[in-house]
Structure formats: C-alpha cells, structure tokens
C-alpha cells in the first residue's frame, strides 16, 4: 500500500511559477513509477509527466514540455513537479500517482495509488 499526499498548489498569474509536492509513505520504493495528472472538470484526467525512482529518468507531456520539471527527494520519498511559465490552459486540480510496476505509462487506469490532488489556478 502507498499513500500520497499533495501540497504547494494555489493561485499565480500567467508567466508565473509553483512547485508542488508529493509525499509518499508506505511500501519501498525501489521498484515503482510515480507520475503526475491533472484534471478539469468535465474532462478527462490528463497525463503531465512521471518519473522512475530507481533512475530518475522523466517523462513529460508535450503541452508542459520545458516549462515543467519533475524531480525527486529519495530521502525524504517526496517527488515535486516545478511548473515555471504558467499559462491559463494549466488551470487544472493536480494528482499524483503511483505504479507499482516498473516503466512509463501515460494511462491513468495503469496506476494503483492516488492522492487527494491539489488546485492549481492560474488567473491575472
């Protein structure tokens, strides 16, 4: 079992920058995926990118590519996802997940844990 718990969201205008977080606790991490979604109401939940935890190796969606950054804390079983020039399109409830098996999936059905998410809107 993994839990995960979001934080850092909140309100920044165009151009701006926030960085959320992701605290995981439970099973070891050794072998697992994490990645991050974010969703609009009436629409369908979005992949943004995702990280292996061994590696460190990313994975990003073309709509964030270079402007969002995933990173991970091992110590501290926390990844974050630094999102620089924010748009209004990026307004969006932001979640994290987690595979337990190993390799990238931009498929939300393929991941086993979910946190509460997190609202991040981007407003002048």
């Known amino acids: 079992q993994v839990q995960l718990v979001e934080s850092g969201g909140g309100l920044v205008q165009p151009g701006g920058s926030l960085r959320l977080s992701c605290a995981a606790s439970?099973?070891?991490?050794?072998?697992?995926?994490l990645g991050w979604f974010r969703q609009v109401p009436g629409k369908e939940r979005e992949f943004v990118g995702g990280?292996?935890?061994?590696?460190?190796?990313?994975y990003y969606a073309d709509s964030v590519k270079g402007r969002f950054t995933i990173s991970r804390d091992n110590a501290k079983n926390t990844m974050f996802l630094q999102m620089n020039s924010l748009k209004f399109e990026d307004t969006a409830i932001y979640y994290c997940?987690?595979?337990?098996?190993?390799?990238?999936?931009?498929?939300?059905?393929?991941?086993?844990?979910w946190g509460q998410g997190t609202q991040v809107t981007v407003s002048s």
């Open positions: 990280i292996t935890w061994n590696s460190g190796f990313t």
């Open positions: 997940a987690a595979r337990s098996r190993s390799g990238h999936s931009s498929l939300d059905s393929e991941y086993d844990y």
């Open positions: 439970g099973r070891t991490f050794s072998n697992i995926y």
